[in-house]
């Protein structure tokens, strides 16, 4: 049904995604609705407040379906991006032999003047045809006059097996998405709040701790906190991610700072109030005065306050009130909110994180109110896996004085890099946890020496072409067909880092890989 140049997402890291407190569903090849959450079913007018959910008004039906059902909901004059990139995406699936599916959709759309021009004249493929604003009126009967605003994204979930659809709302839409989740969750329950066919399946795979990768792996930006939230410790790949070293300074003086205000953009406007009501949440006892942190507490507080982003965000975020999960047992790993990063490397790219929080306890027998927390970012899709693991690598992996001189040695170095990066990917599991980027490639390096040491004159060629098999490995098997040339060039173009010199220039190398 959809471009496939579309942004992926980890199958696992999407279904994290359904449990965010604004609108997603699971769509199948076809643009079916196969797994929606109960903010999607209230979006789409598919749920009676205080009545069970139905799951067949939104289930087995095509999202193009439930569009043309909601059309009267969305003015046109302020839905036209919205409504050419659905033509688009609808074309795409009438050329394939499609139609009858999205029928409902195309005679909509041909049965209004407007809509019926912008049908017709919408290009193949619009730019960014996978995100869009979408201007809807709240569902329910005395909502008709409340405009809501979303930022519509449509992923490509791993294994070309569907796609994840999230409605992220803007500032003014917050409040009213925030006070809704509130309201599923009391009459509903966080165990209700996804619906599917499967729902135990769906559940169980949703929460649990095995469908993700290993945490601890030393190329995920990691960090600890004390608490109340002072950064006591980071690792290498936290202080690349946002080029400096943040020890010392209090979790919001980093998160509020200037500079990852410009970097995360509107997503601060609902990570910053929800991060607000978890420190609120496990600092609330130290609000009492006879508690032995009170006085560090209120000094801590003030010295936010001097920061007048907290300040503003503390207040959306008492206006707010956000519905928080946390975990049955706090000592479980828990996943609390969205991160979005720019790429040291290459700025352009944008690195897409989920941030997952632990309380560490230093022992059974020891009772104490002092929990740190350690926090790891962990990549939601292969092109911020790849990122991380070429930016560590930029950083770490030597550098190879001979480099220059030494053509055979220079492809054995890019051979290397793109090796790393294959075994990096290729397997999640436990036996994987302590793998160290560097580590690897100083022993893939050795061993490609000692092979190509005993090649003849086309040793350069057998390298290449070997270079060349698992750049296309990479593209077909992990999703990075766009991606990685772009990857690739962000880290050779960096040689301050990597001490790279193939022929002086990024674009022979490119050249070389993708001839």
């Known amino acids: 049904m959809f471009n496939f140049v579309y942004p992926k997402v980890k199958y696992s890291l999407g279904k994290a995604a359904l449990q965010d407190p604004c609108p997603a569903c699971f769509l199948d090849p076809h643009g079916v609705i196969t797994v929606a959450n109960l903010l999607a079913f209230w979006l789409w007018n598919a749920l009676t407040p205080g009545e069970p959910v139905r799951p067949e008004t939104l289930l087995g039906t095509n999202i193009f379906t439930i569009l043309a059902h909601n059309m009267e909901r969305m003015p046109v004059d ?21 139609s009858a599916e999205y029928a409902p959709f195309v005679e909509a759309m041909k049965a209004h003047p407007g809509l019926a021009y912008i049908y017709e004249n919408a290009s193949a493929h619009p730019e960014n045809e996978w995100e869009y604003p979408v201007w809807i009126t709240a569902p329910g009967k005395n909502q008709g006059n409340t405009l809501l605003k979303f930022l519509v994204t449509n992923y490509r979930l791993e294994g070309n097996s569907g796609f994840l659809v999230t409605y992220m709302p803007d500032a003014a839409t917050l409040q009213t998405i925030e006070e809704q989740y509130s309201v599923l969750m009391r009459d509903y329950g966080a165990q209700k709040y996804l619906v599917a066919s499967d729902i135990d399946r769906i559940q169980e795979q949703t929460t649990s701790r095995s469908d993700f990768r290993s945490p601890t792996r030393s190329y995920y930006p990691t960090f600890i906190h004390d608490s109340l939230w002072y950064i006591t410790k980071e690792n290498k790949a936290q202080q690349l991610l946002v080029g400096q070293s943040s020890a010392g300074a209090h979790f919001f003086e980093m998160l509020f700072s200037p500079q990852l205000q410009e970097w995360m953009g509107p997503l601060q406007e609902t990570t910053g109030p929800r991060a607000i009501r978890y420190f609120e949440t496990f600092t609330d006892d130290y609000r009492k005065a006879s508690h032995e942190f009170h006085r560090q507490y209120v000094q801590t507080i003030e010295r936010l306050h ?28 828990f996943y609390t909110c969205r991160v979005i990063m720019p790429w040291l490397l290459s700025p352009s790219i944008m690195l897409h994180f989920r941030s997952m929080a632990q309380l560490l306890y230093e022992g059974l027998l020891v009772h104490t109110d002092e929990h740190p927390c350690q926090v790891t970012l962990v990549p939601e899709d292969y092109v911020t896996e790849v990122a991380l693991i070429f930016l560590y690598l930029a950083f770490t992996v030597s550098r190879l004085d001979d480099l220059a001189t030494d053509y055979l040695k220079q492809i054995l170095w890019l051979l ?77 173009g960096a040689p301050h880092y990597t001490g790279l010199n193939l022929h002086e220039s990024v674009e022979p190398v490119l050249k070389l890989i993708y001839p």
């Open 78 to 98: 302020l839905n036209i991006e919205a409504f050419t990139k659905g033509s688009a995406q609808v074309k795409h699936a009438v050329r394939s032999k499609l």
């Open 306 to 333: 001097q920061n007048p982003a907290f300040s503003r965000m503390l207040e959306i975020s008492h206006n707010l009130n956000p519905h928080i999960n946390l975990p049955e047992r706090l000592s479980e790993p």
């Open 416 to 492: 290397t890099i793109l090796k790393t990066v294959q075994e990096g990917l290729a397997d999640g599991s436990e036996h994987m946890s302590d793998w160290e980027p560097d580590t690897a490639f100083a022993r893939i390096y050795a061993t490609l020496n000692a092979t190509f040491s005993h090649y003849g004159g086309d040793a350069a060629d057998q390298v290449i072409e070997e270079i060349r098999e698992i750049a296309r490995l990479l593209e077909d098997e992990y999703m990075l067909k766009e991606e990685l040339p772009l990857l690739l060039e962000g880290f050779l």
